[in-house]
């Protein structure tokens, strides 16, 4: 059997490191923001205020005994890090348990009243209803005059460019000129992903799994390509994958989709076409939602249980989004960038497309030509601004 490359673990304990920043200061600041947004009530604000000093001085906590997730989280490794420095333990793993204690601190497990009452949901909707939206709505309107071929290639970078549209990530990136970054991608398997798109190879169109990110402006072109996908006969059916509960910030949940189908059926014009169409195939089964328990997991992909394992593997293609997802797709590891996507993906049940700006350090893939002209026009900020993006496939 050859060996499965591997390479250490990210951590987020070196001061002036990427994961050490966002442990030690977008954190705090999430939680700033989400106090501010909401009236909560004396608990939740006494709660919010101790998660700010835990967060970056305190120790993992294993979950109280009643907990509802405590035996999920304990398969998770979280008797395995009590005890120690949220810096120390890998950085994924401390960011995954940062929002399971942030929703804890809300009350967003009730019971309560404020059970189910996502913390993000205003900035969400802020920027679902922000005139940047209108003018990306408005614009199908042109494309809908444009070649189908033409049209699903400029939804797939849509799609894929939708996921700088992170609110978590702009907390910390405020001040950086996002609108003036040259978008540049640094390996483009699209050719590939549309091969595996196409309805005649095997005899009948397939599904597509796709692994949602953000909300709001990166979930409405996700489902516009998701749209064009059916209309076409590229597939016969997608399972959209969202997270069962609200994670980093902006990453979309069951009730993100029912306020992105409002947004495009309200909109009028082209957009409320896709908007009607999307929903009729929710209603109709050829577009179904999956919230699975893992998709919040602080784990690999390579860990996943088995009924995951089996839809992916249903799949004609997987299309993972985002940074995270791509994280937990090849391994939250200093990987050096010239390891290969197919091998990091090796363990992976089926065809699988990921699709992400670049927002961390993680990148493998890149052709070592690739890696040294970034270096030499950037040094490493290419990795973490969000200005470069990747569209890798393994088949
Ligand atoms: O998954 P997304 O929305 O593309 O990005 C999530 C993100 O902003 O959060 C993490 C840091 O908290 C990084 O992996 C990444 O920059």
């Known amino acids: 059997m050859p060996d499965t490359p591997t390479a250490p673990v990210l951590l987020g304990n070196r001061p002036g490191s990427f994961p050490h920043g966002v442990l030690a ?16 009530e004396p608990a939740q604000r ?3 205020d101790a998660l700010l000093t835990h967060c970056t001085e305190g120790t993992i906590e294993a979950l109280p005994a009643d907990a509802h997730d405590r035996d999920r989280w304990t398969a998770w490794g979280m008797d395995t890090y009590a005890g120690q420095s949220w810096y120390d333990v890998p950085w994924l793993w401390s960011e995954s348990w940062f929002y399971r204690q942030l929703l804890r601190a809300v009350g967003y497990f009730g019971p309560g009243p404020w059970q189910g009452i996502d913390p993000f949901r205003p900035s969400k909707l802020a920027e679902l209803d922000s005139p940047e939206t209108d003018e990306e709505l408005a614009a ?14 400029a939804l797939l970078h849509g799609s894929l460019w939708g996921n700088r549209a992170d609110l978590g990530f702009r907390l910390s990136a ?24 196409d309805p005649s190879r095997a005899g009948q169109a397939g599904t597509l799994v796709l692994v ?3 909300a709001g402006r990166e979930l409405v072109p996700d489902l516009l390509l998701i749209d064009h996908l059916l209309a076409h006969g590229h597939i016969g059916r997608a399972v959209l994958h969202i997270k069962p509960y609200p994670y980093y910030v902006s990453d979309a949940t069951t009730a993100d989709v029912v306020d992105a189908l409002r947004r495009l059926t309200d909109a009028g014009a082209a957009a409320a076409g896709h908007g009607r169409r999307l929903r009729d195939a929710l209603a109709d089964g050829r577009l179904a939602l999956r919230a699975h328990p893992f998709s919040c997991s602080p784990l690999p992909y390579e860990e996943m249980p088995d009924d995951l394992r089996a839809d992916f593997a249903r799949a004609a293609v997987t299309i993972v989004k985002g940074d995270l997802n791509y994280r937990r797709l ?7 960038p010239t390891t290969p996507f197919a091998e990091v993906t090796g ?19 890149l052709a070592p030509g ?7 026009a950037e040094e490493q900020r290419w990795r973490t601004s969000g200005t470069h993006a990747l569209i890798q496939v393994r088949t």
């Open 25 to 40: 200061e977008r954190h705090p600041a999430i939680i700033r923001q989400v106090r501010d947004a909401f009236p909560y």
């Open 46 to 48: 006494h709660a919010l």
């Open 140 to 153: 199908l309107d042109d494309l809908a005059g444009r070649p189908a071929d033409e049209r699903g290639r």
């Open 174 to 197: 405020e001040g950086t000129d996002l609108g003036a970054a040259v978008p540049a991608l640094v390996a483009d398997d699209s050719e590939r992903l549309w091969s595996l798109l």
């Open 212 to 214: 949602a990110d953000n």
């Open 330 to 336: 090849v391994g939250d590891r200093q990987w050096p």
């Open 347 to 365: 363990y992976f049940p089926g065809p699988v497309a990921a699709l992400r700006t670049l927002k961390s350090d993680v990148v493998t893939g």
């Open 370 to 376: 690739t890696e040294e002209a970034l270096v030499a």
